[in-house]
């Protein structure tokens, strides 16, 4: 099993920045890439970005490109998602997910942080 457990939530003005943190225990030589998803009061939860166990492949949601930034240190077993230029529309409680080994879906996920971003 893997554990995943977010953190860096909070509330921030429209304009600011937060940096959230996933940090990965157990078997986390069994992951492949993780993700970020989030989900508004009321909507589905939606994919946010995820990354490579590498580090060298990104991929972002059309809403989320040239504001987040995806990154991650293997050494610390953790996932970091760089939020700049926040909008309230991200107002969210964001996901921090990871995918096994040849898995097509992410199969490990943590329990959430709150982001609230006010006009």
């Known amino acids: 099993q893997v554990q995943l457990v977010e953190s860096g939530g909070g509330s921030v003005q429209a304009g600011g920045s937060l940096r959230l943190s996933c940090v990965a225990s157990?078997?986390?030589?069994?992951?492949?890439?993780m993700g970020w998803f989030r989900q508004a009061p009321g909507k589905e939860r939606e994919f946010v970005a995820a990354?490579?166990?590498?580090?060298?492949?990104?991929s972002y949601a059309d809403s989320v490109k040239g504001r987040f930034t995806c990154s991650r240190d293997n050494a610390k077993n953790t996932v970091y998602l760089q939020m700049n230029s926040l909008k309230p529309e991200d107002t969210a409680v964001y996901y921090c997910?990871?995918?096994?080994?040849?898995?097509?879906?992410?199969?490990?996920w943590g329990q959430g942080t709150q982001v609230t971003v006010s006009s």
């Open positions: 157990g078997r986390t030589y069994s992951t492949s890439s």
């Open positions: 990354i490579s166990r590498s580090g060298g492949a990104t």
């Open positions: 997910a990871a995918k096994k080994f040849y898995s097509d879906q992410y199969d490990y």
